[in-house]
């Protein structure tokens, strides 16, 4: 599958790693060259370094042929942008933003935008543990290895 990320903090890394583990191609853009360390020097894929609103970005980064696009910028509104050009603009039809606003993000679902809230997520993991006293085993939880520096 090829898969563009946007987004190169911890979670558009671990997540770009993971999924390159499993046999995806995954391509990375982030505004930063340096967040591209956090991939470490086993990651094939390749990187390039601009705004994921950017046009000329987004089709060397192989948004054309992408399966699967996911917005993992720092920004609510930066992340919505990607997934709605991604949609609109080249016909993506599998994106999603995470977003950290969860009334921002009901909204977005509602309208067909396809989010992920960390906010919600969170809440609902610390429910489960408020009411168990225990989290869930998540898939995968520690399926990224290395030295917690790697991803900082």
Not at 63 to 89: E, P, S, W
Not at 128 to 135: C, N, T
Request: glycine residues 12%; hydrophobic residues 40%; charged residues 25%.
């Amino acid at each position: 599958m090829n898969i563009l990320i946007l987004g190169c903090g911890r979670v558009g890394a671990r997540l770009a790693i993971r999924l390159e583990r499993g046999g995806h191609n995954v391509s990375v853009v982030d505004e930063l060259r340096e967040a591209f360390t956090r991939l470490g020097g086993d990651f094939r894929g390749p990187t390039y370094q601009g705004s994921g609103m950017d046009s000329e970005i987004l089709k060397k980064a192989g948004i054309k042929t992408a399966d699967v696009v996911v917005a993992t910028t720092g920004g609510d509104n930066r992340n919505l942008m990607i997934v709605q050009i991604a949609k609109t603009k080249y016909g993506r039809e599998r994106v999603v933003a995470r977003l950290k606003d969860p009334v921002r993000a009901a909204r977005y679902r509602e309208m067909g935008i396809e989010t992920i809230c960390v906010t919600t997520i969170i809440e609902g993991l610390l429910e489960v543990w408020a009411l168990k006293g225990e989290f869930p085993e998540l898939p995968g939880e520690a399926s990224v290895s290395g030295d917690a520096s790697d991803l900082m």
